[in-house]
């Protein structure tokens, strides 16, 4: 593992990015919905959020919003 080593886990279309900080690995799950395993304690920063410490392996998936009105996500 590299010091300061940031890997974006954030949908590709995020404009502020979310990263996983000194992961010990981040594994693609699922292109579709975005989803990654990631290995190892670690902090998850962006900018407009608070900082987590994450202390255990985790998972992460984008937020879809759906809207009742048009059904549509």
Do not use: W
Request: proline share 3%; charged share 25%; with cysteine.
């Amino acid at each position: 593992m590299v010091q300061n080593q940031k890997v974006n886990v954030a949908s590709k279309e995020s404009t502020s990015g979310h990263y996983a900080v000194n992961p010990k690995r981040v594994v693609m799950l699922d292109d579709i919905n975005e989803t990654r395993f990631v290995e190892g304690d670690c902090v998850l920063s962006t900018k407009n959020h608070t900082d987590l410490n994450m202390k255990s392996d985790c998972l992460i998936t984008i937020q879809n919003v759906y809207d009742p009105f048009s059904k549509m996500f």
